[in-house]
């Protein structure tokens, strides 16, 4: 397999920096079955309305199913024959039946998502900043996979999808902190530290070391040097958070909670952006493969995603969440 490391993912985004055309938002989890494709199909869609330019990428490289979410057939090209054949990146683009709107399928039926080499990932990532776009949404597997978590680093916005339920907040919290020590040993690595990072990890027990905040507050201490790149480097490292499938207002402050672990844990600010509520209708449209922001425009689920949409746009959050929820309104 081959990682995108210390010499592999700096490069990629320092050319991404130069096509800085639209903005890249990945969406991802720790755990699937937390309604990923459906708030990228759903985000994408209220975009879109609003006269964006949106392309949707499904990077679920094992079960792509993005297209189901618009009633679609599973279209013959995919992200393979942009690996395999060379076909251009573009040209991938199916109508999703919604104007401003386009799907690149993800599914790699040959080709597995580990057998892709480090200068198709250049490629990849430089032809995606390419895309006539204001706005690239990119589906992800559940779980962290290490090229999971390198195409989430590589994002403009990093997105975590989550419900209130105890292993999805578990399996959540795990796949953020993966993330996050990812890209600290990407960082130090960068600058030839990479020994620092892993020794300290390794004994962390002598060191007193119990929390990833606890391992950077003592590589900062190693010397001045380090605590500046670190300090340059993770400062603005920032998730955004978004609550699916509530059904009260307990469930709400279960992303102001995941706010106060990761500034506690790991020193880690993170933005919550939404929530959308439980909503028998979502499953209807899942099964009957259409497209719910088309089906529902003015239900309270609709108004959600457009409130979260432009939460992340103007980096904003929930604010006196449980006096926004009024039970059985949906």
């Not at 708030?39 to 490289?61: C, E, F, M, N, P």
């Not at 996979?145 to 999808?161: C, E, Q, Y």
Request: glycine residues 8%; positive net charge; hydrophobic residues 40%.
């Amino acid at each position: 397999m081959i990682l995108l490391y210390n010499k592999q993912i700096t490069p990629i985004r320092k050319s991404l920096e130069k096509n800085k055309g639209c903005e890249i938002w990945a969406i991802g989890g720790g755990k699937g079955g937390t309604g990923k494709s459906f708030i990228t199909s759903s985000i994408g869609a209220h975009l879109a309305a609003k006269g964006k330019r949106v392309v949707l990428i499904d990077a679920d490289w094992g079960g792509a199913n993005l297209h189901s979410f618009f009633g679609v057939n599973r279209p013959q090209n995919s992200l393979s024959d942009f690996f395999e054949k060379k076909v251009p990146l573009k040209s991938l683009i199916m109508n999703c039946g919604i104007s401003g709107l386009g799907l690149i399928m993800g599914n790699l039926p040959s080709l597995d998502s580990g057998d892709i080499k480090y200068a198709q990932k250049i490629k990849f990532f430089n032809h995606v900043k390419m895309l006539d776009a204001d706005y690239i949404l990119i589906d992800l597997g559940a779980g962290s996979h290490n090229n999971t978590m390198d195409t989430f680093l590589l994002a403009d916005k990093m997105i975590v999808v989550i419900i209130p339920e105890i292993t999805s907040i578990e399996n959540m919290y795990h796949f953020i902190k993966n993330v996050f020590f990812r890209k600290l040993k990407v960082v130090l690595n960068s600058h030839g530290l990479k020994d620092s990072v892993n020794d300290a990890w390794k004994n962390r027990g002598i060191h007193g070391i119990k929390t990833l905040k606890e391992l950077i507050a003592y590589l900062a201490g190693i010397s001045p040097h380090i605590k500046d790149i670190i300090d340059k480097e993770m400062s603005d490292f920032r998730m955004h958070i978004i609550l699916n499938q509530i059904r009260s207002s307990r469930d709400i402050t279960v992303g102001t909670s995941i706010k106060s672990v990761c500034l506690k844990f790991l020193g880690m600010h993170t933005q919550y952006a939404g929530y959308i509520e439980y909503d028998n209708c979502v499953t209807s449209c899942i099964n009957k493969k259409q497209q719910y922001m088309l089906t529902y425009p003015f239900s309270h689920v609709a108004k959600s995603i457009g409130r979260l949409s432009d939460n992340l746009i103007y980096v904003k959050e929930v604010t006196a969440a449980t006096d926004e929820y009024s039970p059985g309104r949906l």
